[in-house]
């Protein structure tokens, strides 16, 4: 069985720019999680999306944003870009809510 | 709100046990996670609680009180590649908070 893929591994992009991030569930998981964890802190929760729904969102501003697709995978956006928007970002995936989450090995996003 | 404590680092030695211990405070409980993350990856996911006691994974155990709000995840038999950090994590209505981590180096 495929685990959860998060495409780029890598990304590179300068402040003000916009970055794009993938993610394709475990086949048969309809919740998708996105985490932001900077160099030497915890995972913050970003956003949660199920069955094509955002459902709930944490603490970040709304240039954070992202969608869930009919196939259940997902993209994260993060619009004008800052310099402590470096992190790597990890999508998880779930059967359902509360069920254990399964990670991707996450996008590193670095921004000059 | 939330709030997650556990240790920040632990040192332990090859063959050892050690106790990673966390205790939490949340309104209304759905669970108990613990998480495995090696250094740059992300994390696996080791167990899961929801009732009180001790359940038993191979070398891997986690204990769960919920009248203390506290938990523990007991590593046996440790090995170099247990070097890692160790988090729990609470369900918080739809969302899932973190604990900040404790990082285990395991030594010869």
């Known amino acids: 069985e495929a685990g959860v893929t998060q495409s780029p591994t890598h990304l590179i992009k300068t402040r003000g720019q916009q970055a794009t991030l993938r993610c394709s569930p475990i086949s048969g998981h309809t919740s998708v999680y996105w985490y932001q964890q900077a160099l030497g802190l915890g995972l913050q929760f970003l956003l949660w999306?199920?069955?094509?729904?955002?459902?709930n969102r944490g603490n970040f501003p709304p240039r954070f944003s992202g969608r869930q697709f009919p196939n259940y995978s997902s993209e994260l956006n993060v619009n004008a870009l800052e310099l402590e928007d470096s992190a790597l970002y990890l999508c998880?995936?779930?059967?359902?809510?509360?069920?254990?989450?399964?990670f991707g090995d996450g996008t590193r996003l670095s921004i000059l | 709100g939330q709030n997650i404590d556990q240790p920040t680092e632990m040192t332990a030695t090859e063959g050892a046990i050690v106790q990673i211990n966390c205790t939490y405070q949340?309104?209304?409980?759905?669970?108990l996670f613990w998480y495995q993350q090696h250094a740059g990856e992300a994390p696996t996911f080791l167990s899961y609680n929801v009732l009180d006691g001790l359940e038993e994974k191979g070398r891997f155990s986690s204990f769960l009180s919920r009248s203390k709000g506290y938990s523990y995840l007991l590593l046996k038999e440790l090995q170099m590649k247990d070097s890692a950090s160790y988090l729990c994590?609470?369900?918080?209505?739809?969302?899932?908070?973190f604990g900040a981590g404790t990082r285990l180096a395991v030594h010869p």
């Open positions: 998880a995936s779930s059967p359902g809510p509360r069920q254990p989450q399964h």
């Open positions: 994590a609470v369900p918080h209505g739809n969302k899932l908070i």
């Open positions: 949340t309104s209304g409980f759905n669970g």
């Open positions: 999306y199920d069955e094509g729904e955002e459902r």
